[in-house]
């Protein structure tokens, strides 16, 4: 699964200069996130930009030090940018969202109700299922549904890196936070 090599979608016509940048902070998060990952959080990392690029939030998955299951990277930016700017409506400013794979279900649901613009996110979520066993949810044709918002996506960025990353959560034996089946 290493030698893989996705490219990268979106649902507007590729800028180049977005996906640059995009990708310098995605690989960013991914080393960083190993450092999370040894405190304790959960493998997935999401920073929120601003148009001129300054960093809003920069959250890990803390599902399991808050014992709480919307605890997700994303949920957890999106609580820390609104915090941090005193609204519920980030529509204003115009935010990026980045973040180290695919958006759940939930989050998917977060950002809609967040107005952030834009979205660039890694491991796609069919491998982050494979690898992890987690489940991502259904989430049917979401790059149109999010055009249709106005919402920017790209995906696929970086991620072999990615990937590395959570086959080493995995590998360390770190928990597979979910609900049981039984
Ligand atoms: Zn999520």
């Known amino acids: 699964m290493d030698k893989i090599n996705i490219e990268v979608s979106s649902n507007e016509k590729i800028d180049q200069k977005k996906l640059k940048f995009a990708q310098k902070i995605i690989i960013g998060l991914q080393q960083e996130l190993k450092d999370y990952i040894t405190d304790g959080s959960g493998p997935f990392l999401a920073a929120i930009y601003d148009s001129a690029g300054k960093l809003i939030s920069k959250e890990a998955n803390s599902v399991i030090s808050s014992a709480c299951s919307h605890n997700h990277a994303e949920m957890n930016a999106i609580r820390a940018a609104e915090n941090k700017l005193g609204t519920y409506d980030l529509s204003i ?7 180290t794979a695919e958006p759940c279900i939930m989050c998917l ?24 066993g987690f489940d991502e949810g259904f989430k049917p044709n979401w ?28 590998k360390q034996g770190k928990t597979i936070y979910k609900p049981s089946k039984s």
């Open 93 to 99: 400013y115009n935010l990026k969202m980045y973040v």
């Open 109 to 132: 649901g977060g950002i809609l109700w967040s107005g952030i613009k834009e979205i660039y996110y890694s491991v796609p979520s069919d491998l982050v299922e494979k690898i992890t």
């Open 143 to 170: 790059f149109n549904e999010f055009k249709k918002r106005g919402i920017t996506v790209y995906g696929n960025i970086a991620v072999p890196e990615g990937i590395r990353v959570l086959k080493e959560y995995v």
